[in-house]
């Protein structure tokens, strides 16, 4: 059939399983968003209000559904504002497909008005991007976006499409299967002798006695939930996961360690800091979980499997390596491994464990006046029985829902890794709302981060989502605060914030407000939030000036941490800020 | 400081890789842009068509000692243009580079000395002015470097290299 460039844009979304779009219209574009009007029996378009946003929305979308998310923006300033969360995308593996419209073919190169080189500034922050000057491509070229962005490691996709190849026609039939002559899936360079690796992966297994898995995200975009269970289980090994991999594993099954690296719990850190094997499975050894490479788990053989081949011995090396995806190498190596328990280690790490659990911040008894972010997170996971989706932003409440909410559901958690983008967490609440309809959805967020994504309250308001927003508020950017205090001796910079009157701000937007200054508060609006069908936002008022710990300090070793300082409850500690409360 | 370089070609921690990259525009940046924001070092790249117009063909040799090659080949393969990656420093391999040497030339003695040295090297001479010659070579890298070392003495006033390229023997 003949359509119009705009029309096979709107096509190959609907084809490929996506059906909401996160954009903002502008002049390049105009062509496919003049298509839209006919296409929106089927497709639902959400009018951010940044496309940054839009970029971050479908990130999340992406991670809500595993469908590939969708941004759409105009030439020039609207696909620049996209550049943060297409390299949010890129740093978590997430699929998403971004269309820009670009000048007309024939202005293309002369400086036109709103004219970007949108190819050339998202090279690097893409894993493949299309500039379209002629409308025949077009339709290979969606097709390829979409199996590029979804197939392998996950990652963003641009494609810049000329205007005039929005306007005119070509011969359309929808593309089921793609082929590309360099492009594969899982390209593991040269031939890889699997079962002979697998053997020496069981041999490492055999022999270990103090075994750690470090699980990464790879595992939840290989669908490999239950492949990994199972492995989990014969082995009797227990599993440290990364920010990212919260979710691949409930955090109440007893081989759970939780999160490790630089503010994982202290004896997560200290199971892999003398563990003999590490056994890595879809992570890629970031130095937030590292710390220095130098000392990181010396005395530890390492079976690294990636779907990736260039992770394979970047930071770590590795004894085995597998390029491969989780769920198949999995379903291979289970079986040959023999059922095991690892008693005498496992005593080890829950003395550990016990002497994390005793400087615990929950155990301390506070001031009535007195809210800790710890206690929030907690709260929240109390009153929804962790029944809900959260969607953090980034810093030190980031850290600390890491800490004090347990990931009990599949991918519950969504949250910016490896770029650290803030004011993620209302755009990916958005985005995780439309990929999770009947779901409670959180997003948790700084004042800092949050402010930086006010604009998307409107678009809340607009499609009525029943979002609930929690702000953890210190008058602080309080994790760069924290670094100026332990790092910089101190002396404060630009960390400083002032802040609205959130109430009055959600009120403004037509949108419920809360406010909580003590646990009892906090409580009582969590509730209330709950109760309330509709949008809440919830100003959470902290202490300013708390700490994330553990801490593995940039650079320093894992053996290296900084403790909570938190006295055990039993000897009548409390935090500092308590004592001169108290004087 | 020739000779440095020269002594510099000569280590062994010099890796070639073979690349066949869709020729499609930008692709070239693509690789570029890898090797930049990886911090990768690259000491040549040639490209050039292949027998298939569809396919072009990249030498790129790097320093093994700063840049972990194995790294270099898995990330470029990683490109969606790239079609296929060889590191081929063990392998045998016919290696060359050509190079556009301009000497200067001040007397008739001078221009013969240099048609005798060329002819050593079994190069040629492809324009002769009133104040120099111009000497086509081809070979392997040290011969290149040979001859230049040689011509030091006479003035080199420009010298244009190709880079190496390289292909499997058999």
Known sequence: MKLTGAQVIWETIIQQGTNVVFGYPGGAI????????DYQDRVHHVLVRHEENAALAADAYFRATGKVGVCMATSGPGATNLVTGLANAM???SAVVAITGQVASHLVGSDAFQETDVTGVTLPITKHNYLVMDVNELPQVMAEAFYIARSGRPGPVLVDICKDAQQKMVDYEPITSVQMRGYRAIKPHGRQDIPALLQ???ELIDHARRPVILAGQGIKHGNAHEEFREFVEKSGIPVATTLLGIGVLSEDHPL??????????????????????????GMRFDDRVTGNLKTYAKNARVIHVDIDAAEINKNVPADVGIVGNVKDVLRELTPLIEKRSYPAWMEQINEWRAD???????NVELPEDVLLAPHVMRAIWEETKGECTICTDVGQHQMWETQYFQHTRKNQLITSGGLGTMGFALPAAIGTKFGRPDEEVWAIAGDGGFQMSIPELATVMQENLNIKIAIINNNFLGMVRQWQELMHNHRYSAVEMWTPDFVK???????????????????????????????????????????VFPMIQPGKSLNEMTRRPIQPAALGGGMQFMKEKAQ | ????????RKNPTKHTLVALVENKPGVLNRVASLMRRRNFNIESLAVGTTEDPTVSRMTIVID??????????????????????????????????????????SDAQHRGEIKQIADMFQSRIVDVAKESVMIEVTGEEQKVDSILNVLQDYGILEVVRTGRIAMTRG
């Open chain 1, 505 to 547: 701000l959600a009120q403004a937007y037509g949108m419920c407000g809360m406010r909580a200054t003590n646990i009892k508060e906090a409580r009582e609006v969590i509730r209330r939030a709950r109760e309330h069908n509709g949008p809440v936002l919830i100003e959470f008022v902290v202490e300013k000036e708390t700490n």
């Open chain 1, 200 to 202: 020496r992966a069981k």
């Open chain 1, 356 to 362: 994390t659990k005793a400087h615990d911040v929950l």
């Open chain 2, 1 to 8: 400081m020739l000779i440095d370089r020269i002594e510099a």
């Open chain 1, 91 to 93: 740093m978590d593996s």
């Open chain 2, 64 to 105: 093994a000692s700063r840049t972990n090659a194995a790294l270099v080949e898995r990330n470029l393969y990683k490109l969606v243009n790239v079609i296929d990656v060889q590191d081929v420093t063990n392998l045998p391999t016919v290696v060359r580079e050509l190079a556009l040497i301009k000497v200067r030339v």
């Open chain 1, 30 to 37: 105009l062509p496919t968003y003049d298509a839209l009007v």
């Open chain 1, 256 to 281: 759970n360690l939780r999160m490790m690296g630089m503010h994982g719990e202290a004896y997560v850190n200290q199971a892999i800091a003398n563990a003999d094997l590490l056994i890595a499975l």
